[in-house]
């Protein structure tokens, strides 16, 4: 199944990687992992992109025209304006996709995509933002949700635990986006991941379109609505502090919010540059996978102020790029805010965010790789030594055996000769072992 379409073009293969296949969980959001997604989706150019789910208009455009391959879920609309409903099939929708037998799989997930099955000499990458909230950290997941639901996730979590560590025991590699996901999928598969940094993907030297806000003097917190992401505590600790105003990007208002907070739940990148170039910092209190709002703001010359905890530990220098709240608590954020300077060195600010460049991301990504390809192919030529080294000995012991009597040596094979006259043997291009030692009459001979 196809959510776009495209013309022919060239197929990129990197060295020894063959051609690649990027998975990705869903395009239904325009979200952190969508967008490393789609720099990977750009910079590599694969053969295939396979989704689950795809709603163009509600995601991000890749720069160039990719055909999208999608699962069975995708013709439900309901559940591509908010795929956590199908989260009881997802793992079986990726699961019937067909498998990918040559090259390498780059899955992009959080949950799902890692699903994907590879056949042959097919190796698997799994670059992962977080595993499977759902399963491993329910209390985050569960924060927004009814009773219902968390109800249902207490029954299935057993069974789709299991299915989730399958998946993962499937992959040559796992790459992790930040030291703290690493110990979550330590703590998750028993695998030491390897550490690579997203990349910052939204171009800091892009058009620029202003906002209509009621002050010139703001805080940015960038995020969708998930219980995780703490927004409502923000919302607190600004109400507390009339004099300072938050601007809140992806995520609806609610009914009785204090009034120096203003909610702009769809925003263009371009709107999105203006408010961190004009913004005093972005704020978060956010358990983070990694944290690529810091350095997106960072990238416009804007310092950050957020927890100190999670992915951030890894995405912020802290006293360079920005400052750390040390707790998720609006008395906490309070403190943070009223000691935040005001004079910050923009310039190093900016420079701590080229570190995080896609270039240095897809060049370190393809490294890791290579050596999976390599280790895979490895591995599979001392398969094959050790069975020729088994056979060699069990052909050996059976000879010692016979020599010593132990073992009766076998029959010599029965030709047409031996045969009474008039009996013929059917033979065939491949002759079965059956018909060379000489089948039951029934079956094998003629008169």
Not at 60 to 81: D, K, M, N
Not at 97 to 126: E, F, M, N, Q
Not at 407 to 427: C, D, E, I, K, N
């Amino acid at each position: 199944m196809s959510a776009q379409t495209t013309s022919p073009r060239r197929r990129t293969q990197v060295n020894d990687l063959g051609p690649i296949t990027v998975a990705h969980d869903y395009f239904t959001q325009r979200g952190g992992a969508e967008r490393v997604a789609c720099a990977l989706v750009d910079s590599l150019d694969p053969e295939r992109v396979v989704t689950a789910l795809h709603e163009a208009d509600a995601t991000f455009a890749f720069a160039r025209r990719h055909e999208v391959e999608t699962t069975i879920l995708q013709p439900f609309r309901r559940l591509r304006s908010d795929p956590r409903l199908a989260f009881l099939a997802l793992p079986f929708a990726w699961r019937l996709l067909a498998p990918v037998t040559r090259g390498t799989v780059i899955c992009s997930s959080s949950g799902w995509s890692h699903y994907l099955r590879i056949r042959g000499d097919a190796t698997k990458v799994v670059y992962c933002h977080n595993p499977a909230r759902w399963l491993y950290q329910p209390e985050d997941y569960v924060k927004d949700r009814s009773l219902f639901v968390r109800a249902v996730l207490s029954l299935v979590r057993p069974l789709l635990t299991r299915l989730d560590r399958a998946a993962a025991r499937s992959a040559d590699v796992y790459v992790a986006n930040s030291h703290s996901v690493a110990d979550r999928i330590q703590g998750a598969y028993g695998v030491t991941a390897m550490v690579i940094p997203p990349p910052i993907s939204l171009d800091s030297t892009g058009a620029q379109r202003p906002v209509v806000l009621p002050t010139e003097r703001f805080f940015l917190t960038v995020g969708r609505e998930r219980g995780y992401k703490n927004t409502g505590v923000l919302a607190a600790a600004f109400a507390q502090m009339p004099q300072e105003h938050l601007v809140v990007v992806g995520a609806e208002a609610t009914d009785g919010g204090p009034g120096n907070v203003s909610y702009l739940p769809h925003v263009s990148d371009s709107e999105l540059r203006w408010l961190y170039r004009h913004a005093r910092a972005l704020v978060s209190v956010s358990n983070e996978d990694f944290g690529l709002t810091p350095l997106e703001a960072n990238a416009m010359g804007t310092p950050a102020l957020v927890l100190r905890a999670g992915g951030f530990l890894d995405s912020l220098a802290e006293g360079v790029s920005g400052l750390f709240i040390e707790e998720s608590t609006p008395g906490s954020v309070v403190r943070a805010v009223k000691a935040f300077p005001t004079d910050w060195d923009h310039l190093a600010v900016r420079r701590h965010a080229d570190q995080f460049s896609v270039e240095n991301f897809t060049r370190r990504l393809l490294s890791a790789a290579s050596m999976a390809r390599t280790e895979r192919a490895a591995g599979a030529a001392q398969r094959i030594r050790h069975a020729a080294r088994r056979s060699t000995l069990r052909s050996g012991r059976v000879a010692t055996a016979m020599h010593f009597g132990f073992v009766a040596p076998l029959p010599a094979p029965r030709t047409a000769s031996a045969l009474p006259r008039g009996h013929r043997v059917h033979t065939s291009d491949a002759p079965s072992a059956a018909e060379e030692w000489g089948p039951p009459p029934t079956t094998s001979i003629r008169a």
